[in-house]
Each structure stands twice: as structure tokens, then as C-alpha cells.
């Protein structure tokens, strides 16, 4: 399997805040903010159930940036940088600090992603490293009132015997029967019990392993660890604005549910019409190799293009779009994309996302690539959309989906979805970043 790109996850003051108030109180973590705001600074309890929150990344931000100064340690692991992050490395985009950003991170077991319009999934796994076998996954709506649904997920058809016990640190919180209180779908056991459910919650902010086994059956259906939960949901907390009112997951706090923001308004669906435009000129738009020679990670950078080399679609009467084969791997290509202009100079597709398409891990260079490059991508004329899928593998269960719509001046985000865990998920199950009306 290819090496996922890299993702980082920035993490804002409140969850520092949330953390300090949910954390056993162990051991000093000192936080100093330099330029951030003053209400975050000592935010924060060292705990080792934190520790992937708290991994310092040597990543540039906008110099406006609140985190561009941040200092960190806990215990002797002291991290201090002019430029840190609160990170966890591993995909395939860098949100941007916005309200509404779609966001994902990784917490050791654990995996979390909001959407745009703060609609969160998380998955926990039986350990940090193995994605396979039977997951915890639980969704939850951003309204003030959504109750998250607790699932449990298995790689393969799940056979129903018997009553299902659910065991957390050897202790039995809940028992259910198979169409009372729990549906089986298929790979998925949908714990629709209340009482069974609240159990589940209570006990990923405090226990360390969740055992499920069925009670015909003399070994068990599958274990889920709880280490990294509690900042899994505190992180989904923050996102959807319920840190410290009473519906959060992790230490509920005295704030009514009504301070919990109200959803986002969706945006107004991009237009899809497209008028007739004559065929693109087959020759290769003057100034193009001098752009593409700045992008080094392309393999078609240090030789002369032929009009073979690229792809030419037609925007409007006077605009291009020019696509370049980047880099080549064994089920991931990259196109660069570009705009030409005619009477113009020729510059690098305008993308814009609220984060950054980052397909590094199978480039030449295998460093930070500009956001114009895309992995496995695809225009179309007809409605105008520009498509990305980075393969986590060849089978393209897992990795990174987006697609743009050309609005007459750039790029406008359309859908974008995430999945680092390989283990034959439909696209219906991977994590929104993303989503348009």
C-alpha cells in the first residue's frame, strides 16, 4: 500500500481549554501564546491520553496566525519553535484556521472528521496502527439537539447470535438483543438502545478497552481501544461550538444547548450551465514550460512540452485550462493544472478550499506539493468540475476524494471526503470534509 500524504490538524484554543478542564490533573503542561489570544494562555494539563493533541510539527502558518508562536512541553518532551502547530501528521490536507473549515485529526486509536457544516464522524480502531476488524464509529449532526449514533463496524457480514454483550474494561455495561435496542445491518451493529448507548459514551471518556462478544459464541466479536477517545470527541466538541454547554461529550459543562450555534446556511449551489465554446487550440500555450519548470516535483519540469504532453480544455472564449502529467506512481498519477490566458500570462489553477490538496506521498520529491496538483484527476466540460482521488491503495477504499466547479474566475469547493483506514468502505462511510448544497 502507497503511504498516505500528510495532513495537519491545527487545534484551536478552545480545545487547549476543553482539554485542561477534562484531563486528570498529573503534571504541568505550560502553553504560552506570543500574539494569540490571552484568555488561551496556560491552557492546559500534560496527560499522556492527550499526547497526539499535544505533537508539536514544524509547519509554516500565515504570519497573522494566533498559533504562529507557540510554545509548548510537557514533562521533559519540551518542543519550542517560532512556527509550531498542534498537529497530527498523516494525509492529505492542512485546514485552514476558519469557523467553519472542515477539519480531521487522529488520536492514537482514534480518528475524527467535521465537515463544513460541522457534521462529525469518528472511528475507533483495536489499536493505533491496525484499521481492520471491528470498529466504533459514532455520527453526530451539528444541530443543538442531535444525539449521536453509536455504531459498531466490522470488515466483513456480521452474524447475529444471540444477545450482545458489550463489556468495557471487563466490566458488562450493556447487554442487547438483536431488534430491541440493536439493528444489525449487514457489517454494522447499530446500538439504537438509549440507556446502552449513554453506557458506551460514558465510558470511552474513562475506560481503555471496549469488548463485544456474542453470547452463543465462545470468542469475542471484536475489542475497540478507547486510547485517544476523550480528545477524539472533545475535538468534535469544539468543532460543532458545544464545549462547555451540556451537550458535549467530553465534560459537559452548566451552558444551555441553545448556545450552541445554529447550522451553518448552506452556500448557494454553484451554476452548472456552460455555453459552447470552440475546441482549444492543440499547441502548447506560450509560457507554460517556464511555469511548469517552477514546479519541480514534476517529472516533465526539466524538458521541452509538446502538445502531447498536456491536456487543453477550453474555460471560456479567452481562458484555458491546461493540464501537464506531474509525476507517475503505481495506481496514483498527478496533473498539474494550470490557467492561460489569452494575451496573458500563464499561471497556476486558482483552487480555492478551505484546506490545502496536498498529493505528496508518491511525488518524486515527497514534500509539500502546491495545491494545483491533483492526484488521479479529471475535468469536465459538460458541468465544469475538476475531480481529485488519491488512492490510500489500489482498490480505492481509502484516501482522499474531492471535486471543484469552475465558477468564471476560480475554483469553487464542491464536495471533499477523507478515509485513511483501509478496510472496504463504501464512499457513504468516509469522513465529509466538505459539502455543497
Known amino acids: 500500500m502507497e503511504p498516505m500524504p500528510r495532513f495537519v490538524v491545527v487545534a484551536s484554543p478552545a480545545v487547549l481549554t476543553g482539554m485542561a ?12 501564546w506570543s500574539g494569540g489570544p490571552p484568555a488561551a494562555a496556560d491552557a492546559g494539563i500534560c496527560h499522556p491520553l492527550y499526547a497526539p493533541i499535544l505533537t508539536a510539527a514544524r509547519e509554516t ?15 521533559s518532551d519540551t518542543v519550542k519553535s517560532t512556527r ?28 475524527v472528521g ?18 481492520d476488524g471491528l470498529a466504533l464509529r459514532i455520527d453526530r449532526a451539528a444541530e443543538r439537539d442531535a444525539v449521536p449514533v453509536v455504531t459498531f463496524e466490522d ?3 456480521i452474524v447475529a447470535s444471540g444477545t450482545l454483550g458489550i463489556a468495557a474494561d471487563g466490566r458488562e455495561i450493556a447487554r442487547l438483543t438483536p431488534g430491541r435496542g440493536l439493528r444489525v445491518d449487514r457489517r454494522r451493529l447499530v446500538v439504537e438502545d438509549r440507556p446502552a448507548r449513554d453506557a458506551i459514551l460514558a465510558a470511552l471518556r474513562r475506560m481503555q478497552v471496549l469488548q463485544v462478544q456474542w453470547s452463543n459464541r465462545a470468542t469475542v466479536l471484536g475489542t475497540v481501544s478507547l486510547d485517544g477517545a476523550p480528545a477524539a470527541l472533545l475535538f468534535a466538541d469544539d468543532r460543532q461550538r458545544r464545549v462547555g454547554t451540556v ?23 454553484l451554476s452548472t450551465a456552460t455555453a459552447p465554446f470552440r475546441d482549444p487550440p492543440r499547441v502548447v500555450p506560450r509560457g507554460l514550460e517556464e511555469m511548469v519548470a517552477r514546479d519541480s516535483v514534476c517529472e516533465l519540469a526539466t524538458r521541452t512540452l509538446t502538445a502531447d ?7 471560456g472564449d479567452r481562458t484555458l485550462l491546461v493540464g501537464v502529467r506531474c509525476w507517475r506512481a503505481a495506481y496514483n498519477t498527478g496533473t498539474a493544472w494550470y490557467i492561460a490566458r489569452e494575451g496573458g500570462a500563464v499561471e497556476r489553477a486558482p483552487i480555492l478550499v478551505p484546506f490545502t490538496i496536498r498529493s505528496a506521498a508518491d511525488s518524486p520529491s515527497n514534500q509539500h506539493n502546491p495545491a494545483h496538483i491533483l492526484t488521479n484527476s479529471e475535468y469536465d466540460g459538460t458541468t465544469r468540475t475538476l475531480t481529485h482521488f488519491h488512492k490510500g491503495r489500489g482498490v480505492g477504499d481509502c484516501g482522499m476524494s474531492a471535486m471543484w466547479r469552475w465558477d468564471g474566475m476560480r475554483f469553487q469547493t464542491v464536495s471533499a471526503s477523507y478515509m485513511p483506514a483501509c478496510r472496504h468502505l463504501g464512499f ?8 455543497s448544497p
Open 114 to 131: 467535521c465537515d463544513n457544516m460541522r457534521v462529525c464522524r469518528l472511528y475507533g480502531f483495536r489499536d493505533g496502527t491496525t484499521m
Open 21 to 32: 478542564a477534562a484531563a486528570p490533573r498529573t503534571s504541568l503542561l505550560s502553553v504560552n
Open 61 to 75: 502558518l500565515p504570519k497573522q496566525s494566533p498559533f504562529s508562536h507557540l510554545q509548548m512541553g510537557c514533562g
Open 155 to 157: 470488515d466483513k457480514d
Open 84 to 111: 509550531l502547530v498542534l498537529a497530527v501528521l498523516l494525509s492529505t490536507v492542512v485546514p485552514v484556521a476558519a469557523d467553519d473549515a472542515g477539519a480531521f485529526a487522529q488520536f492514537r486509536a482514534w480518528i
Open 309 to 315: 504532453d498536456i491536456a487543453l480544455y477550453r474555460l
Open 247 to 269: 451537550t458535549a461529550l467530553v465534560n459537559p459543562g452548566t451552558r444551555p444547548a441553545a448556545a450552541v450555534p445554529e447550522v451553518p446556511a448552506r452556500l448557494t449551489p
Open 428 to 435: 457513504a462511510d468516509w469522513m465529509v470534509l466538505y459539502r
